[in-house]
């Protein structure tokens, strides 16, 4: 009916990547959205903090209930939501989160931990087939998202750095798998004896394996990664032995999580300050679970 | 007889207003609260920023110039304000906000004011084409502003400083009154002031503005210094409004820029324009961004229409203009 | 004070470019008062010195002295303040700006508003309209540059030295593309600022405009002064002695007769603002000059018939056959080609070398199926170096390092290379001397005895008198007469073009 | 007096391969591994795919335009062709790969000449500035692409796929092969065809070229769609080199490669330039690239650094230039 109508709430949901991540963040929260009869606005800020300010005025200024956002900086996004905040709009945050108390909740997965977590399964590897000695290769992504990037890359280094005999050769940063594939192997040529990669993300993943299949050092070197992906599983699938293992996150949950924080928080409902979901860890030991995320994702992504 | 050619002339002078107009009693009807006094002033927020630099631009462009550098020049201007203050306000200097940010914003202007003025003299002095230094200047840029951030946003500011880019003056945002006072200077500037016809006679032929005692070399170090200085202006804008100084912002910038000048009628190969024109043209750009949002386009059909309307507006300008002259 | 006699000198002034030596240690002086004619052939470096005397280059070595006083004159702007105002050989206005801005161009008047000082605009009109209006040009001053003609474009350049007020006065071949008319006003601007006492150089390549306006003349030669002579002295004989040597002079064979059957008919062409109303046949090899004032619509014509701009309405009939010239690309197949007015608009690509412009219009000469060979290329650009004299120290340096009269003979040298079936030349000789001239003439006889025809326009009637088998004369975009040479005196031309409509 | 100037235009002419060489040697000393067979092979394979647009990209300034969707085109047309090759070889057709995917190149390769010929019409019919066209472009594929990947990387590809952008032949890495091949192809073209020489009197002057008899909108339309379809090309050999058609790739490629094609020495103005010039640009900034990866730069100081070298590149070419000029 008109009331219904008129009653139902508008919350913009604001990614800042066109990338799988995002994606399944924002299909998690449009089946939220439909379960619960809000109205979505979608939004992207497409990495840059002036678009996302300008995103968050207009919202201001098209009155919405609430905003879901990742926001680009815990610093730099302060300002403008707090003025969103002080004009009565509720604000949750996922994937990162600001300083202060403006989200009402905040959904993530643990940006240190999914460095971590893959740091351990490198440093079983280095223990089990490289008698504890590695040299290794970081591939962040830096210049475009820098908290994120020290934080997956501090949690990588502090697991694998903790077996003396791991040396980490060549630091570099690259987000696209384009300029991974690049960056890994000019890597490759100069440091011929690097026998373990790390990226910091899904493009940085891609770029590396290719880049080790093109250099022929399949076998020789082996790549772990951050974030997951139909390539990605497939990589681990692979019997070439060169991605050994991810660690990805519940996109499609967190978006799902978010946007239902939101929701209760307008109805009036208490809400989890802060929600973290842990870091989803697949090896090529286990190729059973590789296979079930396949599905799944297959699923989502109708 | 008379009045035919005269309203043929008003519609291809106006036909970009036209179509603006258009554009816009299209969105009041369908885009839900458009047509506000709210979401109006909120556009004219939205492009301030950029807004400032478009000005500068145009007379870059009908200079015969081109400046890539300016989306590097708003992150590193912002960083270096930030940087400043930290830095005065620091231990080492420990002065008061209030007497370190002025100082910082003055040093950021000067910066900018430079940094132009080096691209001019590359050019003047060098023929090294502008296309390049401020090719080069706008990697350049992005590294220094990361550099002295070390990467993370720096955010020394107090509360008050948001006002320069977050704060209202009689009800309208300030940084707007910022982008109608840049658009109320060049506008004066380049039609009531000879250096402003130098601009026109540079670009138009270099040689004969030569010939004819004009500086060309002082002109085009002036117009790059001060359409730096405005990109610095920008980046302190920015900065304050979103309270840090942050490297990675503002990337991109140089080529909505350029297209807003453009769709504005500037030619690219020099000597034609108008600021007017420029502000149109960013304003226009501005709308489709905000009409976008609220009729909530999904990002990728927000990506095609936009290059869509683009080309159609300018397709539209060149039409009625290309009649007109038959 | 303004009648003041002034003096200006130069010093073993010396000019060289990699590879050519453009100017060789020349001394010379010229005092106010007078007139002097400064001559040579093309390439001889006139425009050189002329450039170094405004300050738009700057000598190898050497010194000019103005009044006794030796300056240095770094930039135009040095030569400016001086009172030193150059028209040059190439255009030099600024196309999107206003005629009045143009004129008035680095000097607008002002006036204060608010404690600034703004630009008068309603004075920059007034004053532009008053200085072309005491030139005796009626000039749309609010028009852009960009759309006058090149005549038009001349005299605007003309006005504006004109107004600074000048001490010394430097005119870089200004008749170039003026007629009869248009120069005798010049003339007696010319002599009255001479008798202010102000220093006048004048570059021509009309031998004929020397007895009547210069006091003095001073030949160049290969970048050396050959020579000074009192205009008493200088028969044109003892002038073309100087500047050339020997020299052979031609004459049209007299058996040049053209074809019988026609090759181009045009019936009743119009075009807007142009012209109307057009009807003319050219036969196979025969040479029809076009003659007509400034403006009275000729380049417009022979643009129209090169399907540059293409005609309203009317036809245009190739061996009987009715085409309708939408291309230039269209007519070219046909046989057809122009060599415009303007070289630098219209003619050249500046930056590339004078080989590739030569071979611009005969590109499918010198390729099979697209492909090009070095050695049918190499032929086809030392023919046309050869038959038109063009003196160039490198075929491989831009085109825009040649002089203006080499310029020129690239200009026209690239259409005989197609060999075409009918030439539409526009004011072919600008700017070029007396000899390449004359070797333009005899390319376009020997081509009528070939069968090519040729369509002549040039404001140089006397020119046309000894080209033309046939002459028609077109007045405010009308056709109103057709004479023969052997039937009419240059007078009576002039007079026929200029004559009023009844 | 003869071997002076001929040394003199040796040192103008080839100043650029010397300032490559000169770093080179510089690296050879400083950097582990450059000097080897592999790593010099890996920079050949690291620009060859930017390296073959840069090729046409020369053409079109050249010939006095631009193309600014290049980067977007190489992400449409490695989304297009993975997108294709998975819908052919999906339930409905049920063509085997092998069949698919030589279908899916020859579409993309097509559809990558007919954008490119759309710009060239909207530029000759309708006057639209090449720069408006392909600026639009740029985001208008962009989101094409986005919109037929629905924003996930598509990977129907099979493991012998990855030959284009990642095989050997006779011990050299294929794309680098094929950037040699669209080199050698260019260069003749430019310099032995009449279309080349067309190109050239297009860009240097158009009017002139037009009155000479010169077709300049086919000229510009063949210019402008060959370099599409080796953006195309490219977006197929970087589908490859990854395995998967993704929107997000190739941003901001436009930039790099032009500034290749300008540190060759190709004038921005038109009528200027050389393939050869072209090959030592993309060469130098693969090399700095490189060189820097190898030195283990970070990437922050990697911006500045790559910044003043290009800088400092463009300065020398043209110091040596103007003093052989003088
Ligand atoms: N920029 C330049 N670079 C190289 N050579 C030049 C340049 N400008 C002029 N020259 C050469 O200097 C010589 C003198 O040229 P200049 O223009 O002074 O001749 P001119 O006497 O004015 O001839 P014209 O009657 O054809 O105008 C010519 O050989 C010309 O090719
Ligand atoms: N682009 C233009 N816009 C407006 N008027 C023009 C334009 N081109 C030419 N005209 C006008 O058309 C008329 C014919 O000019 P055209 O150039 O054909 O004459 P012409 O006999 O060749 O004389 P000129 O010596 O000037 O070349 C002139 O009155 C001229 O002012
Ligand atoms: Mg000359
Ligand atoms: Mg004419």
């Given at each position: 009916t008109k009331k219904d109508e008129q009653a139902k709430k508008r919350i913009a949901g604001i990614m800042f990547q066109e990338d799988q991540f995002f994606r399944l963040v924002l299909f998690g929260m449009r089946d939220a959205a439909n379960k619960y009869g809000v109205e979505l606005l979608e939004a992207n800020s497409a990495g840059k903090p002036d678009k996302e300010v300008q995103l968050i005025n207009t919202y201001i200024a098209n009155r919405v209930d609430a905003i879901v956002i990742s926001p680009l900086s815990a610093k730099a996004s302060v300002s403008a939501l707090t003025r969103a905040r002080e004009s009565g709009i509720t604000i949750v945050t996922y994937n990162t989160t600001i300083e202060g108390d403006v989200p009402v909740s905040y959904v993530e997965s643990d940006q240190v931990d999914l460095g971590a977590s893959t740091g351990r399964a490198a440093r079983a590897y280095v223990e089990k087939k490289l008698g504890g000695k590695a040299k290794v290769a970081v591939i962040a992504v830096q210049s475009q998202v820098p908290e994120q990037s020290a934080m997956r890359v501090g949690g990588f280094k502090s697991e694998i750095t903790k077996l003396p005999g791991v040396k980490i050769v060549a630091e570099q940063d690259a987000w696209l798998a384009e300029q991974a594939v690049k960056k890994v192997g000019d890597i490759l040529t100069a440091n011929r004896d690097v026998n373990i990669v790390w990226a910091a993300n899904e493009g940085g993943t891609v770029g590396a394996v290719m880049a080790v299949k093109n250099a022929g050092k399949a076998g020789r070197v082996v790549v772990f990664g951050t974030d997951n992906s139909e390539q990605l599983a497939n990589f681990l699938l692979d019997d070439d032995q060169v991605l050994q293992a991810v660690t990805g996150q519940s996109p499609f949950e967190i978006g799902s999580m978010a946007l239902e924080a939101a929701v209760k928080v307008l109805n009036g409902e208490p809400v989890e300050k802060k929600v973290s979901l842990p870091g989803v860890l697949m090896t090529r030991e286990k190729p059973e679970e590789v296979r079930q995320f396949k599905d799944r994702l297959k699923e989502l992504s109708k | 007889m008379i009045a035919s050619p005269k309203l043929r002339s008003l519609l291809s002078e106006g036909i970009l207003e036209i179509i603006l107009v258009l554009f816009c009693i299209f969105l009041s009807f369908s885009a839900p609260g458009f047509l506000t006094a709210g979401n109006l002033l909120n556009v004219l927020r939205n492009v301030s920023m950029q807004g400032v630099i478009a000005f500068g631009m145009t007379m870059v462009i009908i200079s015969g110039e081109i400046d890539l550098s300016v989306g590097s020049a708003v992150a590193f201007a912002g960083c270096l304000t930030a940087f400043i203050t930290q830095t005065l306000a620091g231990d080492t200097f420990g002065l008061p906000l209030h007497v370190a940010i002025p100082i910082a914003i003055c040093a950021t202007l000067t910066v900018g004011f430079f940094v132009g003025t080096f691209t001019g003299i590359m050019r003047t002095k060098f023929q090294v084409p502008s296309f390049i230094t401020t090719l080069a200047l706008m990697t350049g840029l992005s590294g220094a502003a990361e550099l002295i951030t070390n990467g993370f946003p720096l955010t020394p500011f107090p509360s008050w400083y948001n006002f320069i880019g977050g704060g209202y003056l009689f009800g309208i945002p300030f940084p707007a009154l910022i982008f109608l006072l840049v658009f109320a200077t060049l506008q004066f500037l380049m039609n009531y002031t000879s250096f402003g016809r130098s601009v026109y006679a540079v670009g138009g032929n270099a040689e004969a503005a030569r010939l004819s005692g004009i500086d060309v070399n002082r002109v085009k170090r002036l117009v790059l210094g001060t359409t730096a200085l405005l990109a610095a202006l920008s980046g302190i804008m920015q900065s304050s409004e979103i309270?840090?100084?942050?490297?990675?912002?503002?990337?991109?910038?140089?080529?909505?820029?350029?297209?807003?000048?453009?769709?504005?009628?500037?030619?690219?190969?020099?000597?034609?324009?108008?600021?007017?024109?420029?502000?149109?043209?960013?304003?226009?750009?501005?709308?489709?961004?905000?009409?976008?949002?609220?009729?909530?386009?999904?990002?990728?059909?927000?990506?095609?229409v936009r290059g869509a309307l683009i080309l159609v507006a300018v397709l539209l300008n060149l039409l009625q203009k290309g009649k007109s002259q038959r | 004070m303004d009648s003041a006699v002034h003096r200006l000198e130069t010093v073993s002034l010396r000019k060289e470019y990699p590879g050519t030596l453009a100017l060789d240690d020349v001394s010379v002086s010229f005092t106010g008062g007078k007139i002097h004619a400064l001559i040579g052939k093309n390439g001889a470096g006139k425009s050189t010195l002329v450039k170094l005397l405004a300050g738009a280059i700057q000598p190898t070595r050497g010194s000019i002295l103005v009044n006794g006083e030796e300056v240095r004159l770094r930039s135009p702007r040095d030569a400016l303040r001086r009172g030193i105002i150059t028209v040059h050989q190439e255009l030099s206005l600024v196309p999107e700006l206003s005629v009045a801005e143009n004129v008035l161009l680095g000097r607008l008047p002002?006036?204060?508003?608010?404690?600034?000082?703004?630009?008068?605009?309603?004075?920059?009109?007034?004053?532009?309209?008053?200085?072309?209006?005491?030139?005796?040009?009626?000039?749309?001053?609010r028009l852009k540059a960009g759309r006058l003609g090149v005549a038009q474009q001349q005299v605007v350049e003309i006005a504006k030295a004109m107004s600074y007020n000048p001490s010394v006065l430097i005119l870089d071949e200004p008749t170039s593309a003026l007629a009869q008319h248009e120069t005798e006003r010049l003339f007696e601007l010319l002599r009255t600022l001479a008798a202010r006492g102000v220093v006048l150089l004048y570059i021509t390549h009309r031998l004929q405009e020397l007895q009547r306006i210069a006091d003095t003349v001073t030949v160049l030669r290969n970048g050396s002064l050959v020579g000074v002579v009192d205009i008493a002295e200088a028969s044109t004989a003892r002038i073309v002695q100087m500047m050339f040597g020997e020299i052979l002079q031609r004459t049209k064979p007299a058996g040049l007769v053209a074809r019988e059957e026609p090759f181009m008919e045009v019936r009743k062409l119009s075009k807007r603002n142009a012209f109307r109303n057009i009807h003319f046949t050219v036969r196979r090899g025969e040479i029809l000059g076009i003659a007509g004032l400034l403006g009275s619509g000729r380049t417009e014509l022979l643009r129209a018939l090169f399907g540059a701009d293409p005609p309203d309405e009317g036809e245009i009939l190739i061996e009987g056959t009715a085409v309708r010239p939408s291309s230039p690309m269209e007519m070219k197949r046909l046989g057809v080609a122009l060599t415009p007015e303007n070289r630098k608009e219209q003619g050249l690509v500046l930056p590339l070398s004078t080989r590739l412009n030569v071979c611009l219009s005969s590109l499918d000469r010198i390729t099979t199926g697209g492909f090009l060979t070095r050695a049918r290329e190499r032929a086809v650009v030392e023919k046309s170096i050869r038959d038109l004299d063009i003196a160039v120290a490198n075929a491989e340096a831009p085109v825009a390092s040649l002089s203006g009269g080499n310029q020129q003979k690239v200009v026209v040298g690239k259409w005989l290379n197609i060999e075409p079936r009918l030439v539409l030349f526009d004011e072919p000789t600008r700017g070029i001397d007396l000899q390449a001239k004359q070797q333009m003439f005899q390319i376009i006889w020997d081509m009528s005895a070939r069968g090519i025809g040729s369509i002549v326009v040039s404001s140089e009637l006397e020119e046309l008198l000894d080209v033309c088998h046939r002459i028609l004369i077109m007045r405010q975009g009308e056709i109103v007469g057709e004479v023969r040479p052997s039937d009419i005196s240059l007078d009576q031309l002039f007079a026929a073009c200029m004559e009023e409509q009844a």
């Open positions: - | 309270m840090s100084g942050t490297a990675t912002t503002a990337k991109g910038w140089e080529l909505d820029i350029i297209a807003a000048v453009i769709i504005g009628g500037t030619s690219l190969m020099g000597g034609v324009g108008r600021i007017w024109g420029t502000m149109i043209g960013v304003v226009f750009l501005g709308v489709i961004m905000n009409g976008m949002t609220l009729l909530n386009v999904s990002e990728y059909w927000q990506h095609v | 002002r006036k204060p508003w608010l404690g600034v000082s703004i630009i008068d605009w309603r004075t920059v009109f007034d004053r532009a309209k008053d200085i072309l209006t005491n030139l005796g040009i009626d000039i749309d001053v």
